[in-house]
């Protein structure tokens, strides 16, 4: 237990770390591109992700169930893992490049921001290679590093592109999309280079296996991003403004805040339930997300109050529009912290199924609402589409929860006397 509080310890410190930076990137982009390029920029990096992850395929994943459960030969599991993303990523590079090309749904792009959104996938995926071998042997150090690194030196060159007057979206897109995996690819690589040499050695057979096990994972991540962009999507392809998307953009970024704080601790959680079961299990699980949503609803109370100073601080004036947005979004923010910890649930105890289901849900229902509501009351629309989508998420998810494991809805949602106990004293809880 000492050692896995130690880990727990350094991993929220570098989660933490990499917010901090994450939020002064927000900050610098937002000040130096304006509503118009922030909403362009936002949607090339949710594309770049889409192709990320259909490159990757939950390969990455994968390395870590078949080094620590089943105990494979390393050498053979990484190289093996280590040309089928190359294979994966090029497939995908194709599929991104064929459908910007040869569709206008997303509007024109120039050459440069292909072999931008290319250029991120195989860093990205190569990256999350390497790092799999650092979470498999639970090496938080490794794993802090080359997440913090990249993000400091990237916000380094924002910076001093900011200060330079020079910072367009050209620099913005070479900077966070080319620019930070490859950092982090190096960074990896550097740290954990007797590990990651590459050879030709490639299993066929369990090349397969690495596909089958990650399919169900890469869908489920799939259909996060799905769900957290869609709506963008649907936006540009109706409103044509790329400006109504730089607010929606900036308006999720603030009231995702609350659910990006809690990452370090959903990680620790999947670790913790992992190893219960019964009514042990039952009474855990009640206990963290009554503490969950009551933490999470006064977040949520104080960006609501704060929202009008916190976006001028943040993003700056020009994005003032936004606060109508995070008026509606932020209503859903305690829902959607709810849903990533019970999905922490399912995928702890097996239940990779449980996760499809509530997923498909909640990307389901985002785009059928985006399409109804954003045409008929613009970019307020996209953010209701957003909040009943993350409540009917919500919904599923503790549905699911309480039929198959038998959780107490008063439990989760009114006040306990272990709350209490709690914020005045969290070791004891």
């Given at each position: ?55 990757s ?12 459960r ?60 390497i ?18 690194l ?11 592109c ?59 991540d799939?259909?996060?991003i ?26 999720i ?16 959680l ?14 855990s ?60 649930l ?7 199924t ?10 389901s ?26 409540i ?14 038998g ?16 914020l ?6």
């Amino acid at each position: 237990m000492p050692s896995l509080f130690k880990k727990g310890v350094v991993t929220s410190i570098s989660s933490y770390a990499t917010m901090g930076f994450g939020v002064v990137q927000t900050m610098i982009l937002s000040r130096g591109l304006g509503p118009e390029q922030v909403g362009e920029l936002s949607l090339i990096r949710q594309i770049a992700l889409f192709g990320a992850q259909i490159g990757s395929f939950g390969v990455p994943m994968a390395i870590v169930y078949f080094l620590n459960r089943l105990k494979m030969d390393k050498s053979m599991v990484y190289n093996t893992s280590f040309w089928t993303i190359q294979l994966l990523s090029i497939i995908s590079s194709l599929v991104i490049f064929v459908f910007l090309r040869y569709s206008s749904f997303l509007g024109n792009y120039e050459l440069w921001t292909y072999l931008a959104i290319i250029s991120f996938i195989f860093f990205s995926n190569s990256r999350s290679l390497i790092q799999s071998l650092n979470v498999a042997s639970q090496n938080v150090k490794k794993m802090s590093i080359v997440e913090i690194l990249p993000m400091a030196i990237s916000v380094l060159f924002l910076g001093l592109c900011y200060s330079f007057d020079v910072l367009d979206l050209k620099y913005a897109l070479l900077i966070t999309v080319v620019l930070w995996p490859l950092i982090g690819l190096v960074n990896a690589y550097m740290i954990n280079v007797n590990q990651a040499r590459v050879g030709l050695t490639f299993n066929f057979k369990y090349a397969i296996q690495s596909l089958r096990y990650g399919s169900v994972i890469n869908l489920s991540d799939f259909l996060i991003i799905f769900n957290g962009s869609i709506t963008l999507f649907v936006l540009q392809y109706y409103v044509k403004d790329f400006v109504s998307v730089g607010y929606m953009s900036r308006a999720i970024t603030l009231t995702t805040l609350i659910n990006t704080a809690f990452i370090s601790f959903l990680r620790i959680l999947y670790s913790h339930w992992s190893g219960l079961t019964g009514d042990e299990l039952k009474r855990s699980v009640e206990k963290i997300l009554n503490i969950l949503i009551y933490v999470s609803l006064l977040a949520t109370v104080l960006i609501l109050v704060c929202s009008k100073w916190m976006i001028i601080f943040l993003f700056g004036h020009e994005f003032l529009p936004a606060k109508a947005l995070v008026d509606v979004l932020i209503f859903g923010a305690s829902f959607y912290l709810l849903s990533k910890a019970i999905l922490k649930l399912f995928i702890s105890d097996g239940k990779g199924t449980y996760n499809l289901i509530c997923l498909a849900i909640g990307a389901s229902s985002n785009f059928l609402l985006s399409m109804v509501l954003i045409p008929k009351y613009n970019v307020l629309g996209a953010a209701y589409a957003q909040l009943i989508s993350g409540i009917l998420l919500a919904l599923s998810t503790t549905i699911l929860a309480r039929r198959k494991y038998g959780i107490s809805l008063s439990k989760v949602f009114l006040p306990q006397k272990f709350l209490f106990k709690f914020l005045k004293n969290p070791k004891n809880e």
